[in-house]
């Protein structure tokens, strides 16, 4: 790429990060009393399965300052089967709906996000998990349910062409795929409304960390993905919606993770 290609790109970046200058005359769709956009994209389809809520029954953590300092990013997993709880578990802590406010005007979940739009759907490839087929899957916080779509006879290779080969990440039980439904948000925020959404995400991530760790599961966020693979994958549009962020989440050996060094393993992946 030729050097001033690389400056305008870097610039673009950088000015993107920034808060645009607000300008009075400028009305987002919300002020201009367009329609709101709906909360959650709907089901895909007619195959929901109900999440078990009995998070009792999990040996939670309850000692926080310990979760704080043992979170790290585990890359390492160990293909054992994963209850189906878990797996609920990791996905109320991180979008849960605990609240439905104003005549459906927004989810309070438990995560922070600007404006309460929630503006995340998340997909999944799950495999070995229990009572589950192996394949794609996506949520449905409403519900708290999960939806099958489909599989496909190579989730291993499908993992490593969607992570840019980090091959690492096909033996996590979960696959989480996160996307934008970009309107949702843009409805309320407008021309200030990309750089808010993706400081939401994080919260979404830092979330599944801390569940996973307070429940000796481990995950590892990943930037770094095959959009266009995944769009395709999911029958997203790739425009309104698309996938950005994935995290996988497994079942780990804490002796065998203590002991080694991740920037090391990393590095040796590549
Ligand atoms: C936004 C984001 C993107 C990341 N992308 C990757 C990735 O593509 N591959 C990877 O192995 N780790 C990825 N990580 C994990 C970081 O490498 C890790 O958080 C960092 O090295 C600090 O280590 P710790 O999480 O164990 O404290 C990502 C983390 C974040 C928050």
Sequence with gaps: MEDKKIKELISYGREFMKMPIEDPTYRSDQELKLPQPP???????????DLPTNFDDLNISSDFL????????????????MPLLALS?????????????GNNYATIRTVACGGARHQFECYMIIQNVEGLDNGFYHYLPLSHQIEYLDTTNDLKWFIN???????????????????????????????????????????ITQNVYLAATSIDLGACAIGYINGELLNKTFKLDGNEEFIFYACPVGMIKKSETDSFDPFAFVLSQR
Excluded: P
């Design 39 to 49: 909360l959650v994209k709907k089901a895909m389809n007619d195959k929901a399965i």
């Design 66 to 81: 310990k979760i704080i300092n043992d979170r790290r990013s585990e890359r390492i997993y160990t293909e054992e089967q």
């Design 161 to 203: 062409e969607a992570l840019g080969g980090q091959t690492w990440a096909n033996k996590a039980n979960i696959n989480f795929f996160y996307s934008i439904v970009a309107y949702r948000v843009e409805w309320r925020y407008g021309i200030y409304a990309h750089r808010v959404a993706l400081i939401d995400a994080g919260h």
């Design 89 to 101: 578990y990791i996905l109320w802590c991180s979008q849960g709906v605990k609240q439905i406010k």
